[in-house]
């Protein structure tokens, strides 16, 4: 198997600390909600001002998209964000190729935004980006009536010929994704009637949400089973609102694991956003058995946030339901970390999206886990961890792949095992953290980058 680092690869050999972690910290804006907010802004009329968002690789991708799109972006010296929109069915053609990083966010929402403009664009992204799947957006943006064209299997560089009278959308989601959702309901934006969508199992709903915000006329309705229909109406006017955004609680879990597997550790992650379909690692973790309360639980910015507090706890392996794995999807390398030093079998079921993430996180995972002495099998689209105590654990590589997260759980993986750790590549936490390696420094990780 090849193993290619990027040029500017940063690699870190991760030790435990010795100590336990402890102290009072803040994690950065969510990654989610600061990509919507810069989109719905740019498409608003007036002046958004965006606190707490996430200037993370990621998100200040989407800023220089919806600029070249029209917006006015800027950031005070105080950090706060603003945005003056261009306003939606007003946006320019880009005057050259959109690139989006590593990000799948970005590209797939701002698919929908692109689709339903009058405009040519075109949008690429990194390597790893450029691997992933795209036809699950182009396959029901295209009944807009927007031309696209793509590498083979719907792969980015991708050219959109968008239309400037879109038709709206009835989709039934076949994929529980949330970017899928997302580039629907932005291209049913600027068409003039209801764009509907049908989501069987639900998924993340800040753009539902935050297009209420900005004052769009969109109604959720739910079935008994979970399932959702959502119906947006086309063409409204989006009036600039000013946005908060709570910390991420996918950059939480990372701290959060950390010090439930350091022994002695107590730590407090504050303000962390709580949405409930977004805090599937927090149940999870308790039913093994962790000490994890909120604390100080109230609304910021339209979302529920809360204060963790985490102690060091003795895990218990637990079975990890398939209906759940939307609301903790980008949880389950850090979550199997923990797993490896649980007591028991821990079965996490139906991960198979797990393998169109930045990397194929499902065998990227595996790898890490085994490379560092863990017991780990899959079998369909489950992964099924036999815990061990950390003194059998550690010793390996991680290849992180250009994947954030598999980065951040090496990390994880290094403060709580008996044998050190080598990352072979840290930079990329840069996309959703950035600043990871000192604010885990100023809880005492230890850690030499
Ligand atoms: O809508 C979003 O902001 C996201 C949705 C999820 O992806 P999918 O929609 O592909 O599940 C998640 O993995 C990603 O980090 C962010
Ligand atoms: C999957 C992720 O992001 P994206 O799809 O936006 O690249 C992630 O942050 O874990």
């Given at each position: 198997m090849t193993h290619a680092l990027p040029a500017d690869a940063r690699p870190l050999l991760v030790r435990a600390p010795g100590a336990p972690l402890s102290g009072r910290i803040r994690v950065p804006g969510d990654k989610s909600i600061s990509h919507r907010a810069l989109m719905f802004a740019g498409l608003a009329w007036g002046e958004t001002r965006i606190d707490g968002l996430l200037e993370g690789e990621d998100v200040l991708r989407t800023a220089a998209a919806m600029r070249a799109l029209g917006a006015e972006i800027r950031r005070e010296g105080d950090g706060r964000w603003v945005v003056r929109g261009a306003g939606l069915g007003r946006l320019r053609e880009p005057e050259d190729v959109l690139d989006m990083g590593n990000s799948g966010t970005a590209a797939r929402l701002l698919a929908g935004i692109l689709a339903s403009h009058g405009l040519h664009s075109v949008m690429t992204g990194d390597a790893s980006l450029r691997r992933r799947p795209m036809a699950r957006v182009i396959g029901p943006l295209a009944g807009t009536g927007a031309v696209f064209a793509s590498r083979e299997g719907g792969r980015l560089p991708l050219s959109i010929s968008g239309r400037a009278d879109p038709a709206p959308l009835h989709v039934r989601m076949q994929v529980a994704s949330a970017q899928v959702k997302s580039a629907v309901l932005l291209a049913g934006l600027n068409a003039p009637g209801e764009t509907v969508v049908e989501e069987p199992v639900p998924t993340r709903d800040h753009s539902e949400n935050m297009l209420r915000h900005f004052g769009a006329d969109l109604s959720v309705e739910t079935d008994g089973a979970g399932g959702r229909l959502i119906r947006l109406q086309g063409r409204p006017t989006l009036i600039a609102r000013d946005v908060s955004v709570p910390s991420d609680p996918s950059s939480a879990a990372f701290p959060l694991v950390a010090a439930l597997l350091v022994p002695g550790s107590e730590v407090l992650i504050e303000a962390v956003g709580l949405n409930p379909l977004r805090t599937g690692l927090f149940t999870t973790l308790r039913e093994m058995g962790a000490a994890l309360a909120i604390e100080n639980e109230r609304i910021e910015g339209g979302e529920p946030v809360g204060d963790l507090l985490v102690r060091a706890s003795a895990l218990r392996g637990v079975v990890v339901p398939a209906q759940r794995a939307p609301s903790m999807i980008d949880e389950y390398p850090v979550l199997a970390v923990a797993a490896a030093f649980a007591e028991g079998e821990t079965r996490m079921c139906g991960l198979d999206e797990l393998r169109v993430k930045e990397s194929d996180r499902l065998s990227a995972t595996v790898a890490l886990l085994q490379a560092n002495g863990a017991q780990v099998r899959v079998e369909g689209d489950d992964m099924i961890v036999v815990g061990r105590g950390a003194?059998?654990?550690?010793?390996g590589e991680v290849r992180t792949q250009m994947d954030h997260r598999l980065a951040m759980s090496g990390v994880v993986m290094g403060l709580a095992a008996g044998r050190p750790v080598a990352v072979d590549d840290v930079a990329f936490i840069d996309t959703s953290f950035p600043g990871f390696v000192p604010l885990m420094n100023a809880l005492g990780a230890g850690l030499s980058a």
């Open positions: 003194s059998a654990l550690g010793g």
